[in-house]
């Protein structure tokens, strides 16, 4: 099991404890022992095992122009977040949300800035089907078979936290 998590975590994945695709892999993750033994196996190349908040991840030591480059590939997704936290605001994990009722909620909660960065449409359908394909990509949401609705993962606190200290920093300037 543990070459399975590794493949799937260095690929950059967050497991969620409530992800239905990874639900054997948290559960393995989730037992003290085996978490203790891949956490010490990857310390030996340099990686962390992080489980936190009901999620795990791979961590390392990142050098300023790592930081920069892991930003620049998850910019999309954070500001993806900060549209999906503007229309949902009390948007936590576990939460359910439906794409129609994101329709409904968007124009009146929409960021234009965030919008234009991210897609070049403005038809509603399509940023909306583009939005939640990439929160889905990412592992933030999850469907569960019904067309309209989506789980949200454990992991988007991981990436809410990344949003929020953006904030605060925009703030503080």
Known sequence: MESVIFEILSKGVIISTN???FQKEASWLMEDD???S??????KIGLYLVGENG???LSKDLKADE???FFNSHKQLILALAQLKKVFVHLDKGHKIKKSEFIK???AKKDEKIIKALFDTTDIIEITDKLFNLLERFYVIENRGK???YVVLNSINYYLDIVDAISEGEVDE
């Open 34 to 36: 085996n978490f203790e």
């Open 147 to 149: 067309k309209d609705e």
């Open 105 to 107: 909620r968007f124009e």
């Open 38 to 43: 891949l956490n010490r196996t990857l310390n």
């Open 55 to 57: 999620y795990f991840y």
């Open 19 to 21: 992800s239905s695709k």
């Open 67 to 69: 930081e920069e480059k």
